[in-house]
C-alpha cells in the first residue's frame, strides 16, 4: 500500500471512530470508553505520518510501533464496547476489521523496517 494511501485510510478509520463515539450512549462507561477509543484511534494516523517524517530507519521503527500499538489498543477498545454490551457487534464490526488490518499492516511494516536496520 502506498504512503498516500495509507494516510487517507487512517484518517478515514479516525473519521469513522469520531462518528461512533458521538452516537455511544451518554453514560459514564460511554464517556470513559469513548474517550479512550477517540483517544488511541485518532492517534493512528497522526502517528503513522509522524513514521512518514523519520529522520532514519530506527526512528521510523519507533514510530511505526506507536501507530501499531494505538491501532490495537483501538480494537480493545471497540472489543470492550460489545463485552460491555453499550453497543451491538454489528454496528463496529467494520472498524474493528480495519483496526486489527492497520495493526497487522503496522506489524508487517515495523518488522520491514527493522530487517533493513540490521
Given amino acids: ?3 498516500e494511501e495509507l494516510k487517507k485510510r487512517t484518517k478515514e478509520f479516525g473519521l469513522r471512530i469520531i462518528k461512533l463515539v458521538e452516537e455511544l450512549p ?5 464517556d470513559v470508553i469513548g474517550r479512550q477509543l477517540l483517544r488511541s484511534a485518532t492517534s493512528v494516523g497522526a502517528n503513522y505520518r ?3 517524517r523519520a529522520r532514519s530507519q530506527a526512528d521510523f521503527v519507533s514510530k511505526i510501533c506507536v ?3 494505538e491501532a490495537d489498543e483501538s480494537a480493545y477498545w471497540l472489543e470492550l ?3 460491555a454490551k453499550v453497543i451491538a457487534e ?3 464490526s467494520p472498524l474493528l ?3 486489527n488490518e492497520l495493526t497487522a499492516i503496522f506489524v508487517a511494516s515495523g518488522k520491514t523496517a ?3 536496520n540490521e
Fill in 1 to 3: 500500500m502506498k504512503t
Fill in 26 to 30: 451518554k453514560s459514564k462507561v460511554g
Fill in 50 to 52: 509522524a513514521a512518514c
Fill in 114 to 116: 527493522k530487517r533493513k
Fill in 90 to 92: 454489528t454496528d463496529i
Fill in 81 to 83: 464496547l460489545v463485552a
Fill in 97 to 99: 476489521k480495519e483496526a
Fill in 67 to 69: 501507530a501499531e500499538e
